[in-house]
């Protein structure tokens, strides 16, 4: 079990790009979610996948929030012209549809900073 | 809709002492609780879970039990320890007709510092 792994950890950007994060879940899990967390909050769920479909999306996404997950595997969420409001840790988890009480393991987060 | 309230902080204890973080939830049909840690610098990681109504969740020392009646689930432990430090966050996965909605709604978490 190689754990949730996200990348970058940290990215640093000017309001107004682009930036693309990405999620590698637990091989097996076929549940990945986003949550963003904002300093001194707890997470705040996004938007989440069953295999490659994805199944809810928040209202929090705004039509700037794009996720996907092509083929059931990997995920990655893009954010277009970035707003200091933006700003925030974005963190991934996954866990196992048919595994009771659905544990969701984390990953350490992509902490996102705008100029 | 969902929500889950923990007792405001931060909480500063010193070593050996009791602890106590309050949970209380407000939620529809028969939720699942669960309780998160996270230290500095890292990811949530799961402390322990309860699916049901008086079911008992434990691990590390810490423990919780899922009370319907007081829609609560208050995390205590008896002797905390210095590496004990760090963020806990109470959270609940809603489920209706044995249906689970996906995602966790979580507290805003409590900081925990413990002093040798």
């Known amino acids: 079990d190689t754990g949730v792994s996200q990348n970058p950890r940290h990215k640093i950007t000017k309001r107004g790009q682009n930036v693309t994060f990405r999620c590698d879940p637990i091989?097996?899990?076929?549940?990945l979610y986003w949550y963003r967390q904002t300093l001194g909050q707890g997470p705040e769920f996004l938007t989440y996948f069953q295999n490659e479909a994805q199944l809810e999306k928040s209202r929090l996404l705004s039509d700037r929030f794009s996720a996907e997950r092509p083929k059931g595997s990997f995920s990655t969420l893009e954010i277009q012209r970035t707003e200091q409001g933006d700003s925030a840790m974005y963190l991934c988890?996954?866990?196992?549809?048919?595994?009771?009480?659905?544990?969701?393991?984390f990953g350490d987060g992509t902490r996102l900073s705008i100029l | 809709g969902d929500s889950v309230t923990q007792m405001e902080g931060p909480v500063t204890l010193s070593e050996e002492a009791f602890l106590t973080i309050n949970c209380t939830y407000t939620?529809?049909?028969?939720?699942?609780l669960f309780w998160y840690v996270q230290y500095p610098g890292e990811g949530l990681q799961l402390l322990l879970k309860a699916t049901k109504a008086d079911d008992k969740g434990s691990n590390k020392g810490f423990e919780a039990t899922y009370r319907k009646e007081t829609t609560s689930f208050h995390l205590e432990k008896g002797s905390v320890q210095v590496s004990d430090s760090a963020v806990y966050f109470c959270a609940l996965l809603a489920n209706a007709g044995g249906t689970s909605y996906g995602k966790l709604t979580f507290g805003q978490g409590t900081i925990l510092t413990v002093h040798p």
């Open positions: 939620a529809t049909g028969y939720p699942s």
């Open positions: 988890a996954s866990s196992l549809a048919w595994e009771e009480d659905q544990p969701q393991h």
């Open positions: 091989s097996e899990h076929n549940r």
